[in-house]
């Protein structure tokens, strides 16, 4: 793994107009050398989010070939003339891949867990631990609610989900894996540490260029008029006020406030089909 780690780091990062230049050869003329320059140019970025999903007892070179998979997936149907870069896109596929292959792998989660069952999931244990509900066992009334409330599922499925992940006592020096696989991992290797993660940090970073660059995507949807009722209502750390607008368009207080809530339907509708695109889990 070590080895593998330091051979991807060989392979240069894209410049812009490079990457550009690659993906337009994909598309147009299914150039696989093109394919294959995107792919382990960005390797790096699949094996940091990889380092992300640690402690569900899986192995990470399993988990780093999932991430891959997902981002030769983002390759295939990267579309250059969007305006993204590959990283952006790729960020999306690369996640879901990982989160189906853990869903797959955990015998305990049936395979047809809905979108909110799978966002439990995933956040079950970061929720516990910003409410202080550290203690082993069934979760108190009051933190079910909370957790609940936070996750937009209901109760019994968090008092669910959490009995399948506690799974009852274990002994940390438990080994992982089957017997003729590596018998030298054991469950305390998996054990989250609870300082800064680069990986993950970098991985919520590049998430939120990525919902930024969607909202600006999103936006074509809208008619100029809506573009600028919205930006000034919604998009401003000082929303200008509905007296403000309706004397700059003379029109209502009331016509305008129908035109940002329209505006707004609108851009959410949109928003989602963009996350489909990038395979982000979106509620169902």
Aim: net charge neutral.
């Amino acid at each position: 793994m070590n080895r593998y780690l330091q051979e991807i780091r060989k392979f240069p990062l894209l410049e812009p107009e490079t990457e550009y230049m690659l993906a337009k050869r994909w598309v147009d003329h299914q150039d696989a050398a093109a394919a294959h320059r995107m792919v382990t140019s960005h390797l790096r970025l699949a094996a940091k989010i990889a380092m992300g999903y640690r402690g569900y007892g899986l192995p990470q070179a399993e988990v780093i070939s999932e991430a891959n998979v997902g981002l030769m997936q983002a390759v295939k149907r990267f579309d250059p003339e969007r305006g993204f870069r590959l990283a952006t896109y790729a960020m999306w596929w690369i996640r879901a891949s990982i989160q189906e292959y853990i869903l797959r792998s955990w015998s305990l989660v049936k395979l047809g867990t809905t979108s909110a069952q799978k966002k439990l999931f995933f956040n079950l244990r970061k929720a516990k631990s910003r409410i202080g509900a550290l203690e082993e066992g069934d979760l108190r009334p009051e933190h079910v609610a909370r957790i609940a409330h936070d996750l937009s599922v209901t109760e019994a499925e968090v008092v669910a989900m959490n009995r399948r992940l506690s799974g009852g006592d274990a002994s940390l020096n438990a080994q992982v894996g089957s017997a003729d696989g590596d018998g030298s991992t054991q469950w305390q290797d998996w054990l989250e540490d609870e300082s800064t993660n680069t990986a993950e940090a970098y991985a919520e970073a590049d998430e939120l260029g990525a919902r930024r660059a969607m909202l600006v995507a999103a936006m074509d949807v809208l008619n100029e008029r809506e573009r600028d009722i919205l930006a000034q209502r919604r998009l401003r750390d000082d929303p200008v006020t509905l007296e403000e607008l309706s004397a700059q368009y003379e029109v209502s207080r009331e016509r305008i406030r129908q035109i940002e809530v329209r505006a707004f339907e609108k851009l959410q509708d949109r928003m989602r089909v963009l996350a489909r695109e990038k395979g982000m889990l979106v509620p169902a």
